[in-house]
């Protein structure tokens, strides 16, 4: 199976963790999905991922000591194979799994997704439990050696015939779910090892080549980033999704360096393969961190990342607990002209950028339309600007700029498109003639 023809279009959907991080259940699930279905599929919305340790016991419970509680208790079957946990997620009872979950989510015209850690339990490797189809137990595959910095489940997979076979019955019980998109995490950065910041590589040949043999069209997601761009031909090989950033939160800070990231990874974009801005910190957050809130993003700010993520044709993944969405913050999301940029058909290029301003300019090759945005950098109000020369459209013609997220059009007087910005904010225009 061509993993690139699943995945035409940069993945969009909601993600549990931004909103609720370990401590999302069925029900939260399930109203996510049914409030995508009514607003937001018909605008390309349809990924439902549940996030970080689903079958782990009482995750949440120790906030105040640890994001991901040592030794905790986990859902495992005789395989060495993790499954939700049925306390939060009921219908997973009998070895269902996430089958049920997955069902309903797929009755909505939506697809399903989860997270997981790169590697295998480390519990499964200290009691020695069975590797499906191979005589091998965990503890033959498990590299000891190989773990996260940040969270204590998993040890890496060996690079070896009995550890492909592990990846093989994971992936292989995903597809029976019914699963269509995993996050892979601990993987695409494995930052704790600085002299090889790259020691899961093996690992990700292992999902991609599970994949390819379950007969399912699964995404695979990897995090976290930011991803090393000398690997781009790898990431490009092996995955359809890759983290350019670590976690991505509500902070200008973050959002400004994005403009570097883009910069760096604009050539790397195609169909089916797509470096990842991570996700749209939107709306309400932080329940499950002990601090739920409103996005601390002003609105000028979340016009700017909108339209850099569309315009540089990032995954879309939405971080807001939907079903608290205000009126403005679903206009965002939905709107169609926007998002009509996240094709590959639309090749992303970015003109110039220092610390007061960033202009881009996207070509759609398919339709003719040429976009670009103008970013104000700084910290008020400014006028950017740019020549048609720099853009390379011809001077001298009568051209009219319709702005995507006012609806208002105008026609170009001059040889140069220039507009007074807020600080923080952006104006994105195609230039019709």
Same mark, same amino acid.
């Given at each position: 199976?061509?993993?690139?023809?699943f995945?035409?279009?940069?993945?969009?959907?909601?993600?549990?963790?931004?909103y609720?991080?370990?401590t999302?259940? &069925?029900? $939260?699930?399930?109203?996510?999905?049914?409030?995508?279905?009514k607003?937001l599929?018909?605008?390309?919305? &349809?990924y439902?991922?549940?996030d970080? &340790?689903?079958? #782990?016991?009482?995750?949440?419970?120790q906030?105040?000591?640890?994001?991901?509680? *040592?030794?905790?208790?986990?859902?495992m079957?005789?395989?060495? $194979?993790?499954?939700?946990?049925?306390?939060?997620?009921?219908?997973?009872?009998?070895g269902?799994?996430?089958?049920p979950?997955?069902?309903?989510?797929?009755?909505?015209?939506?697809?399903?997704?989860?997270?997981?850690?790169?590697?295998?339990?480390?519990? #499964?490797?200290?009691?020695?439990c069975?590797?499906?189809?191979?005589a091998?137990? #965990?503890?033959?595959?498990a590299?000891?050696?190989?773990i996260c910095?940040?969270? *204590?489940?998993?040890?890496?997979?060996?690079?070896?015939?009995?550890?492909?076979?592990?990846? !093989? +019955?994971?992936?292989?019980?995903?597809?029976?779910?019914?699963? !269509?998109f995993i996050?892979?995490?601990?993987?695409?950065?494995?930052?704790?090892? *600085?002299?090889?910041?790259?020691?899961?590589?093996h690992?990700?040949?292992?999902?991609?080549?599970?994949i390819?043999?379950?007969n $399912?069209?699964?995404?695979?997601s990897?995090?976290?980033?930011?991803?090393?761009i000398?690997?781009a =031909?790898?990431?490009?090989?092996?995955?359809?999704?890759?983290r350019?950033?670590?976690?991505?939160?509500?902070?200008?800070?973050?959002?400004?360096?994005?403009?570097?990231?883009c910069?760096? =990874?604009q050539?790397?974009?195609?169909?089916?393969?797509?470096?990842?801005?991570?996700?749209l910190?939107?709306?309400?957050?932080?329940?499950?961190?002990?601090?739920?809130r409103?996005? $601390?993003?002003?609105k000028?700010?979340?016009?700017?990342?909108?339209?850099?993520w569309?315009?540089f044709?990032?995954?879309?993944?939405?971080?807001?607990?939907?079903?608290?969405?205000?009126?403005?913050?679903?206009s965002l999301l939905?709107?169609?002209?926007?998002l009509?940029?996240l094709?590959?058909?639309?090749?992303?290029?970015?003109?110039c950028?220092n610390? +007061?301003?960033?202009? =881009?300019?996207?070509?759609?090759?398919?339709?003719?339309?040429?976009?670009?945005?103008?970013?104000?950098?700084?910290?008020?109000?400014?006028?950017?600007?740019?020549?048609?020369? !720099?853009?390379?459209?011809e001077?001298?013609?009568?051209?009219?700029?319709?702005?995507?997220?006012?609806?208002?059009s105008?026609?170009?007087?001059?040889?140069?498109?220039e507009?007074?910005?807020?600080?923080?904010?952006?104006?994105?225009?195609?230039?019709? =003639?």
């Amino acid at each position: 199976m061509n993993k690139n023809k699943f995945a035409k279009t940069p993945p969009m959907g909601w993600n549990s963790y931004d909103y609720y991080d370990t401590t999302v259940n &069925e029900d $939260r699930i399930k109203a996510n999905a049914d409030y995508m279905a009514k607003n937001l599929k018909k605008y390309g919305w &349809e990924y439902i991922v549940v996030d970080i &340790e689903w079958y #782990a016991h009482n995750p949440g419970t120790q906030r105040n000591l640890y994001q991901y509680i *040592p030794f905790s208790q986990f859902e495992m079957d005789d395989y060495s $194979r993790l499954f939700p946990d049925p306390v939060r997620f009921p219908s997973s009872v009998n070895g269902s799994g996430f089958k049920p979950l997955a069902d309903y989510i797929h009755s909505l015209g939506l697809k399903f997704g989860i997270h997981i850690m790169r590697g295998i339990p480390r519990i #499964a490797a200290h009691n020695h439990c069975a590797i499906k189809n191979t005589a091998a137990t #965990a503890d033959n595959i498990a590299d000891p050696s190989s773990i996260c910095n940040w969270n *204590p489940d998993m040890y890496g997979v060996k690079d070896s015939i009995d550890g492909q076979a592990y990846y !093989d +019955s994971v992936i292989e019980l995903y597809a029976q779910w019914g699963v !269509d998109f995993i996050k892979c995490d601990d993987i695409c950065n494995t930052s704790m090892y *600085p002299h090889k910041p790259y020691s899961g590589k093996h690992e990700i040949e292992m999902l991609h080549s599970a994949i390819q043999k379950c007969n $399912r069209p699964i995404v695979l997601s990897l995090s976290p980033g930011p991803a090393l761009i000398e690997q781009a =031909w790898h990431y490009k090989t092996y995955a359809n999704m890759w983290r350019i950033t670590d976690d991505f939160w509500d902070d200008w800070d973050l959002l400004a360096n994005m403009f570097y990231r883009c910069e760096l =990874w604009q050539d790397h974009v195609a169909e089916g393969c797509y470096p990842d801005c991570d996700m749209l910190p939107v709306g309400k957050l932080g329940k499950g961190f002990n601090s739920e809130r409103s996005t $601390r993003f002003t609105k000028e700010e979340q016009y700017t990342m909108m339209t850099l993520w569309c315009l540089f044709g990032s995954p879309m993944m939405i971080g807001a607990e939907l079903t608290l969405l205000d009126d403005w913050t679903l206009s965002l999301l939905t709107n169609q002209e926007v998002l009509n940029l996240l094709t590959p058909k639309c090749k992303p290029h970015q003109i110039c950028r220092n610390e +007061s301003e960033a202009i =881009w300019i996207a070509e759609n090759e398919e339709t003719n339309q040429t976009f670009v945005a103008l970013f104000n950098l700084s910290d008020s109000t400014d006028i950017k600007s740019v020549k048609l020369t !720099d853009l390379n459209i011809e001077p001298g013609k009568q051209y009219t700029l319709y702005e995507l997220w006012t609806k208002e059009s105008r026609l170009l007087a001059t040889d140069t498109i220039e507009a007074s910005i807020p600080a923080h904010g952006c104006t994105l225009y195609e230039i019709q =003639w």
